[in-house]
Antibody, heavy 119, light 113 residues
Framework: EVQLVESGGGLVKPGGSLRLSCGASGLTFSDAWMIWVRQAPGKGLEWVGRIKSKADGETTGYSAPVEGRFTISRDDSKNTLFLQMTSLETEDTGIYYC??????????WGQGTLVTVSS | QSALTQPATVSGSPGQSITISCTGAYNDFAFYNYHNYVSWYQQHPGKAPKLMIYEISNRPSGVSPRFSGSRSGNTASLTISGLQAEDEADYYCSSYTTSSTYVFGTGTKVTVL
């Protein structure tokens, strides 16, 4: 069974930084393409970005609101996905989910970690 | 990239069928590698989303056959047949775009009367 567990969320001031982690088990993590999705309180889902496998170049892509501020990376030796967030804004507040990507969909999801950006 | 448009709410009685629409611009529904990457997600309150449909009409293992998907032009649809109380949740469509990004729909709250 695939399990994804996010961690690293918390309260941070505007302009601050935070790094989220997503530990994976039950899959060959090195082969997986991974995605981050977020959800502001009471709002809908928003795609944040993705990273392909090393075999596919570890190519990353980001949504316009986070491009240049967020960086996705991975450590295949530790089966862990990361989301480095800098220059945080209040609009970045929300639950951050990691997921696996397969056949153009997000097929396994973690339980999410809450990020609150507030002074 | 604007969100795909879904109705805010859809409701039905137990046993009925309901359909949720998801409308976007032409390049929101990319034809990529000979596939149409449109998917649907169910989210119960306080829970993580769950994949219900991928590639327009395919169900992952374990998803009830009461859930089905289709697409016509720039509109994708999710149909829930034999509506049950447990189907009450928020539903989101998503598509892979020509910009190699994903876009979600605005979300639909399904209420079982």
């Amino acid at each position: 069974e695939v399990q994804l567990v996010e961690s690293g969320g918390g309260l941070v001031k505007p302009g601050g930084s935070l790094r989220l982690s997503c530990g994976a088990s039950g899959l060959t993590f090195s082969d997986a393409w991974m995605i981050w999705v977020r959800q502001a309180p009471g709002k809908g889902l928003e795609w944040v970005g993705r990273i392909k496998s090393k075999a596919d170049g570890e190519t990353t892509g980001y949504s316009a609101p986070v491009e240049g501020r967020f960086t996705i990376s991975r450590d295949d030796s530790k089966n862990t996905l990361f989301l480095q967030m800098t220059s945080l804004e209040t609009e970045d507040t929300g639950i951050y989910y990691c997921s696996t990507e397969r056949a153009g969909a997000m097929d396994h999801w973690g339980q999410g970690t809450l990020v609150t950006v507030s002074s | 990239q604007s969100a795909l448009t879904q109705p805010a709410t859809v409701s039905g009685s137990p046993g009925q069928s309901i359909t949720i629409s998801c409308t976007g611009a032409y390049n929101d529904f990319a034809f990529y590698n000979y596939h149409n990457y449109v998917s649907w997600y169910q989210q119960h309150p306080g829970k993580a989303p769950k994949l219900m449909i991928y590639e327009i009409s395919n169900r992952p293992s374990g998803v009830s056959p009461r859930f089905s998907g289709s697409r016509s032009g720039n509109t994708a649809s999710l149909t829930i047949s034999g509506l049950q109380a447990e189907d009450e949740a928020d539903y989101y469509c998503s598509s892979y775009t020509t910009s190699s990004t994903y876009v979600f729909g605005t979300g639909t709250k399904v209420t079982v009367l």
